[in-house]
């Protein structure tokens, strides 16, 4: 029998999704008049990301933390005595999720605000402002898409809720998937069409256009996303060696080819829990499958900057966004194209700047599938192929400690897995991999309807 999640009731007096997050004109308060105004309003968000304070739009350490030990890349039952606080499995952290909802949803508002409200755009600095506001809306509902719905199937599974402007008596139902993307699609473009290039606004029209690579590779949009992932990497040249290991390892800077980075500042609260959770990840050991993956040892520069010899955690927790990921991207996109010479140069391109003296992969050297693998079929369901399989084992050692792999078992598949540990088995279940609304949004919005395998 399916087992059902049920969802805990979040009383922690936070904005609630969409049934409270517009509620704002009261006790004094007043929406802004100037760019100076609308500006500040966006930077409340911005400064979150450079102090590493919350991770609604890019993951701090903390979260970090909390997203990649629940995966196979780590081993649960050789946890050691200080990291049996961690969470166990993903169903450790779904009440969470709830709250996370409900902080995104409060960027939504602000970027809503402005997009409403600002009446002039008369200069550069009032497209800035503009331009800022729709790309903070299309990447909040870009993490919404990933995280709270199903991945693609059809046009007409659900999708999200989509606020669009400031209306404290809005409480709209979920759209369609179809009509979810295309209005994260047309945000994009908006916030493109005001070019934004001052690297104080963070979202700039390069970081809009990788997120853009990320969202059509997310929905399966193969095509464009190669054009986008191209002009990133063609941009933001891949670096090698001690460059490379610098630009990984940097706690504050964003060196070489990144484009964009969480806790660029440090001080008081964000560096307690940084140390913290750079601590906490080394109380649980990595799992033997992943760290067989490097076959090259120490020729792959990754092996060592990523653990040690007894499988502990090296490899310093920072969100960032960085060209090797859209590398990836052109690899994979290509494959799914049926470009296969393509993608083989994309990947191999990668390893030669990760793997001394590496030799170039060819139809016929490709390495088997792992028969243990616990990806079996790609994200359009198919069988996975020798190559597909390379290339989503390089990304799985290129942004290791970097968020990605439980997203990367959600869009391949949702394999369900399981650990053992205190006489207790975890499962990983399938439905776990979308988290849920939150349950006053159920209850207080009628014909909300909740993610599948959770009652409320």
């Not at 704002?24 to 008049?33: H, L, N, S």
């Not at 399938?430 to 988290?435: A, D, L, N, P």
């Amino acid at each position: 029998m399916k087992k059902i999640f049920i969802v805990g009731f979040i009383a922690l007096g936070l904005l609630s999704g969409c049934t409270k997050y517009l509620d704002v004109k009261t006790y004094g308060k007043a929406i802004p008049e100037t760019s100076e105004e609308f500006a500040a309003l966006l930077h409340t968000h911005l400064n979150d990301i450079d102090y590493g304070n919350i991770e609604t739009l890019l993951d701090n350490p903390d979260a970090l933390l909390d997203i990649e030990v629940i995966t196979d890349n780590f081993s649960l039952p050789l946890s050691l005595s200080g990291g049996r606080n961690l969470p166990k499995y993903i169903g450790s952290s779904l009440n969470d999720k709830q709250v996370r909802y409900e902080k995104i949803y409060a960027v939504i508002r602000d970027a809503n605000i402005i997009v409403d409200n600002m009446k002039s755009v008369a200069n550069q600095g009032d497209k800035n402002v503009l331009g800022t506001a729709h790309a903070l809306r299309a990447v909040a509902y870009y993490q919404l898409l990933k995280e709270y719905c199903e991945p693609y199937t059809t046009d007409d599974q659900a999708g999200l809720p989509i606020v669009r402007s400031f209306d404290m008596e809005e409480r709209p139902l979920r759209s369609s998937y179809g009509q979810t993307v295309a209005f994260i699609a047309d945000e994009f473009e908006k916030a493109l069409t005001y070019d934004v290039k001052d690297d104080i606004y963070r979202y700039t029209a390069d970081v809009v256009k990788a997120y853009q690579a990320r969202f059509y590779f997310w929905i399966r949009e193969w095509e464009k996303a190669s054009v986008l992932a191209k002009y990133i990497v063609d941009k933001y040249p891949l670096v090698r060696g001690k460059h490379y290991v610098d630009m990984i390892q940097s706690k504050h800077a964003k060196l070489e080819n990144v484009l964009l980075k969480s806790y660029i500042y440090g001080g008081g609260n964000s560096d307690n829990s940084a140390v913290a959770a750079q601590n906490n990840i080394t109380q649980r050991p990595l799992s033997k499958n992943f760290t067989d993956l490097f076959v090259e040892k120490e020729k792959d520069i990754r092996y060592v900057l990523s653990f040690d010899e007894k499988r502990i955690n090296n490899k310093v927790l920072n969100g960032r966004v960085r060209s090797a990921e859209f590398q990836l991207i052109l690899a994979e996109s290509y494959a799914h194209l049926g470009k296969e010479d393509l993608a083989l140069q994309a990947i191999n391109k990668l390893r030669a700047h990760r793997i001394e003296d590496n030799i170039d992969w060819t139809v016929a050297t490709l390495p088997e599938v792992d028969a243990k693998s616990l990806i079996t079929v790609d994200a359009e369901g198919k069988p996975i192929s020798k190559l597909i399989n390379s290339i989503l084992n390089e990304r799985r050692k290129e942004l290791y400690a970097e968020g990605d792999r439980f997203f990367e078992l959600k869009r391949n598949g949702r394999p369900e897995f399981w650990s053992a540990d205190n006489g207790l088995k975890y499962t990983t279940e399938e439905y776990m991999y979308t988290f849920p609304l939150p349950r006053l949004d159920i209850e207080v919005v009628p014909g909300l309807v909740q993610n599948k395998g959770y009652k409320y």
